[in-house]
């Protein structure tokens, strides 16, 4: 039997998707933050039992498993990672603490960015006096200016040794340039400090994590790779351990932020870093091919996020520019998406006579004040059981009874009485603030992000939470489609089974390109030197591209590659990624290809007067990505509901205009293909409801997608 497991471990929920054969189940459990494990075979246990088998049966079956962890995620956030020394050039101690002119406001919500009163730079990762300068100079070019010297750089690590380090960052100037001494100094520490003496202290280099142009940059990438890597190490050799010990024996693969998959000894911890909603983006597209959606806002609503991505013209796999791990700037290939503090189980409070909803969240202990289990403050899944759109009894499928009266305590005393209002008013206003603050988001990313509009685009609403706010989100975004899916809560889950195995290489690599523009067409001048000097470095990463494939058993007939180019137009800062027709340069007609592509594309972004190809253009940076296709699980057909059960009905609060309304409530398993319905009308199923808002039509295909359009009609009767 063909099995399959997609995880997704999030904040609140640790979600599996399982495929055997023609069947798909999922399932959730509390994310148990103490130790990720329990969560994870608590969910694999639940989706045993859907299909009929035991957990261990399900895992001797199991042909891969892909796994999504926030474990390196919760260690940063909270600063649990090791304590670690860095060894950098002498006179540049300071890079990480001077940063860059921005360094204030990354990875800050914008409320705060632009508050520059209040603003302040992160606090480091590694503290000042773990930072020493070894005496030694390389330049730009990979010339030694300054040899290194054994004796000076035993010196400095014998002062981080002292300090009481657990792990060595080596981020020399131009190293990637020439690592000649970073690699001696690592040789000096594994001769001078065996694990026999000081236990394992693992030794990290610049030029082997990160081999880019960008000091800071650079340095942020392996000190974060570090940071996060004991704690997660431990989490998934742990993991896999005992995934051994219970009988499966095939391969472990972890999802990535650069939107695939690789086995555990191939990945380093920085980039499973958001690899969730990345891998739920990649799923999203698998199905937007499939459906014809070619632009398509994902809009992925958790228990504690909410994480937004983008399919433009059918394309998914774009990344971010300049991204942003946390707080600092990193050189990392991440897939662009965005995330915001807004789920079901973020907390509304009032300030100052002001309602605010998120970003703080209660997460799955304590979680909601419904929950019973010791919260007591107001969240958005509380309003929404307060206004009768989440039933208390088949909350999860009914695994988890939720207390009313809790919810209506919690949104009377936080919310209601500090405000003055109804408590089913002030339960709407927690719902449509929430609606609103993720609507003009998606609507600024769309904007901003694509150069599109966002009437153009569908919204795919996965989470638990996505299909409850999907109508209130699309109207504030002005969003007129809405698909939501059988799988819709655990997306992320579900988005790991479509990953493919993906290593990217990455190299810094200036070259002046001339070009000469004639009749709106531009060419390069200088072709055989562009190829003479770019197709060496593109040898070069195929060569660690190669190792790697060896490493993993695969074939050279298995492997696919694509190569990207950074380009920008002479002396500017921004660059566009561009795809290259081959993997690697073979002619002129090559590299002007390349070069429109990057024209057309700049024009696409900023606008037909910002292209100025009379300056000429640089490539700045090469990307190769060594890829294997894994077969994907197609969603299969659900069986036919038997007989037209009537709908029962429940008192929903729709705001102050329509107020209660006994809206239909259908359970998502009872509905005929290709009927519709108009709203209010709430969809049940197992593991959420979707809110059929007035104005809106739904209706679903052979394959319980459902597709939500606004529109007029007779409210809540099927047609």
Not at 312 to 341: K, L, T
Not at 421 to 428: E, F, P, T, Y
Not at 605 to 617: E, H, N, Q
Request: with cysteine; charged share 20%; proline share 6%.
């Amino acid at each position: 039997m063909n099995v399959t497991v997609g995880v997704d471990v999030g904040g609140t929920f640790t979600d599996v998707c399982v495929t055997r054969g023609a069947c798909a189940v999922h399932s959730k459990s509390d994310t148990t933050s103490f130790d990720l494990k329990f969560g994870f075979f608590k969910a694999i246990a639940s989706a045993a039992a859907e299909l009929g088998i035991s957990d261990d049966a399900l895992l001797k079956e199991c042909g891969a498993i892909i796994y999504s962890t926030t474990v390196g995620t919760n260690a940063l956030i909270e600063r649990r990672g090791p304590r670690l020394g860095v060894l950098t050039t002498a006179g540049f101690e300071d890079t990480m603490a001077i940063g860059r002119a921005r360094s204030w406001a990354d990875g800050m919500p914008p409320e705060q960015r632009h508050d520059r009163g209040r603003a302040q730079r992160p606090s480091p990762l590694v503290p000042r006096n773990l930072v020493v300068g070894v005496r030694e100079r390389i330049d730009s070019a990979g010339r030694v200016l300054m040899p290194m010297t054994d004796e000076n750089a035993l010196e400095q690590v014998q002062r981080l040794v002292d300090a009481g380090v657990r792990g060595f960052v080596v981020v020399l100037m131009n190293s990637f340039r020439n690592a000649a001494h970073e690699v001696r100094i690592r040789e000096l520490i594994r001769e001078q400090y065996p694990s026999i003496y000081l236990g394992y202290m693992p030794v990290f280099l610049s030029s082997q994590i990160s081999p880019q142009q960008g000091e800071y940059r650079r340095m942020m990438t392996c000190i974060l790779d570090a940071y996060l890597r004991i704690e997660t190490e431990d989490h998934l050799v742990a993991l896999s351990e005992e995934l051994r010990d219970r009988g499966y024996s095939r391969p472990f693969l972890l999802a990535k932020c650069s939107g695939g998959a690789s086995s555990l000894s191939r990945t380093r911890p920085i980039e499973m870093f958001g690899s969730g909603p990345v891998a739920g983006l990649v799923g999203a597209a698998a199905v937007s091919r499939e459906y014809g959606h070619d632009n398509v806002i994902l809009a992925d609503m958790g228990g504690t996020s909410f994480d937004v991505g983008l399919i433009v013209n059918g394309r998914e796999r774009s990344y971010e520019f300049d991204p942003i791990i946390d707080r600092w700037r990193v050189q990392v290939p991440i897939v662009a998406h965005w995330s915001v503090g807004a789920g079901g189980g973020s907390i509304a409070r009032v300030s100052d006579g002001v309602l605010h909803v998120g970003p703080e969240s209660a997460k799955a202990l304590p979680g909601p004040a419904c929950y019973g289990r010791g919260g007591e403050r107001p969240t958005v899944t509380d309003a929404d059981v307060v206004l009768g759109i989440i039933d208390p009894e088949f909350f999860l499928g009914g695994r988890i009874a939720l207390d009313r009266g809790l919810a209506e305590e919690a949104v009377r005393r936080h919310v209601a009485e500090p405000l003055g209002l109804d408590l089913k008013i002030a339960a709407w206003s927690i719902r449509q603030l929430i609606d609103g603050v993720m609507g003009q988001e998606m609507h600024r990313i769309v904007a901003l992000a694509s150069g599109l509009d966002p009437r153009d685009f569908t919204m795919y609403a996965f989470g638990g939470a996505g299909a409850v706010h999907a109508a209130g989100c699309a109207e504030a975004a002005d969003i007129s489609r809405v698909i939501t899916f059988p799988f819709s809560s655990v997306g992320g889950a579900f988005g790991t089974l479509a990953l493919d195995l993906l290593q990217t290489y990455e190299t810094t690599h200036l070259r002046y390109v001339p070009v000469q523009a004639s009749g709106g067409v531009v060419r390069s001048t200088e072709a055989e030197g562009v190829m003479a000097s770019v197709n060496p470095r593109i040898a070069e990463l195929r060569r660690q591209a190669q190792r790697d494939i060896d490493e993993e058993g695969l074939r050279d007939e298995q492997i696919g590659f694509e190569l990207e180019f950074l380009m920008r137009f002479a002396q500017q800062r921004y660059t566009l990624p561009v795809r290259a027709p081959a993997a690697r340069i073979r002619s002129a007609d090559d590299l002007d290809e390349i070069i429109g592509s990057f024209v057309a594309g700049y024009i696409g972004a900023y606008g037909p007067g910002s292209a100025f190809p009379d300056s000429g253009l640089e490539i700045v940076a090469i990307r190769l990505a060594a890829m294997a296709p894994r077969a994907k699980a197609s969603m299969p057909k659900r069986p036919l509901p038997e007989g037209s059960p009537v709908p029962r009905h429940r008192s929903v609060f729709l705001g102050p205009r329509l107020g209660a309304v006994e809206a239909p409530v259908h359970r998502h398993e009872d509905l005929w293909p290709n009927r519709s319905l108009t709203g209010p009308a709430l969809i049940e199923s197992a593991d959420t409801v979707c809110v059929v808002l007035p104005q809106w039509t739904f209706s679903l295909d052979e394959r319980g997608v459902g597709t939500m359009t606004r529109s007029e009609g007779n409210h809540g009767q099927i047609t």
